[in-house]
Each structure stands twice: as C-alpha cells, then as structure tokens.
C-alpha cells in the first residue's frame, strides 16, 4: 500500500500515511522442501521470502499472506483456488525491531513490528511472476541454502523450521 499523499484532507495525523506494524512472512516451498527467495528492488543484496504488511487494521494475517504471495509472486492460494488448503498458519510471530532504512515508513516512535509466518507448498515449476517494482528476481534453493541466502535472520529460521513443519503435517 502507498502512503497518502499529504493534503488538506489526509493530514500529518492520518494513520493510513504510515505501514501498519503488522505484517506477514510467507515461506513458499516445493514438497521437496525447496525454497523460494525473491531479491528486493530496493537492496539488491536481500533476498527473502514473501513478507507485507496489513493494508488495514482488521485485514486478517490470513488474508494478508494471501494478498502478499499474489502480489509478489502471482501465486494465487485465495479461498476456493487449487493452493488454499496449502497456506498453513505456523501459528508463530517474530517481533523485531524495525531496520532503520525503513524506519520512515512507519509513525514516528512506531519501533518494532509483529511478524506472523505461515508457510505455502506448492507444486514442483509453479510459475513465478515478480512484482517489478517490489523484487528483481527469484530461485529456489534447497531450504537450508536459503537460509543461509536470506538477509533477515527470522526469515533464515523460517527456512530452517520447515523441516518440521512440513514432516508434522505428513504426520498428522
């Protein structure tokens, strides 16, 4: 979501100007427990997993997962699509203190953000369509690569809980 641009009827004050804290990391993954990582446009040296934050305060963390990874990859796993009973609540948030090359995007004094994770299986050569203006490329790398590639170290331990995650779910 873009800021607001400041006018007469969007003042200083507005909410809707600055991110809402709250947001998603998704970690998109073949059964083969391949990871996929997308290169930020803005640091051409972070590759990371699907994140965004909430448009709105009563966006659910699900339907946000679901925007973020249709956004960003041109995954669809929306409600009543092949992919929606892939996307699995982790049941797990990161608070993290806010990088400050981004720090200017939230509300003044707005230090941390909440970070829920969920993970998404999908099929071995599902196409991958980039946001041009979010990311500049993507691979897939065996998880334990990834994390090791991921600028953010909540996202390096997502990849590295996926082992468990994906065998408790074959279990279960």
Request: hydrophobic letters at 40%.
């Amino acid at each position: 979501m873009s800021p607001l641009p400041l006018t007469q009827s969007s003042p200083v004050s507005d909410p809707r100007r600055f991110k809402i804290p709250q947001s998603v990391l998704v970690v998109i993954y073949t059964p083969a427990l391949d990871v996929l990582l997308i290169k930020r446009a803005d640091a051409t040296d972070f590759w990371q997993s699907v994140t965004g934050s909430k448009d709105a305060l009563d966006e659910s963390f699900q339907q946000t997962a679901v925007r973020e990874v249709r956004e960003e990859t041109g995954i669809d796993c929306a409600p009543g699509t092949p992919l929606s009973n892939s996307l699995l609540d982790w049941q797990l948030e990161n608070v993290y203190d806010i990088y400050p090359r981004w720090q200017h995007r939230y509300a003044p004094g707005v230090m941390r953000n909440t970070e829920h994770l969920f993970g998404l299986m999908v099929p071995v050569g599902t196409p991958v369509r980039l946001s041009p203006h979010e990311h500049t490329a993507y691979q897939w790398l065996p998880y334990r690569k990834a994390a090791e590639a991921c600028f953010s170290p909540s996202n390096a331990e997502a990849c590295l809980m996926l082992s468990s995650f994906a065998l408790s779910k074959v279990q279960t």
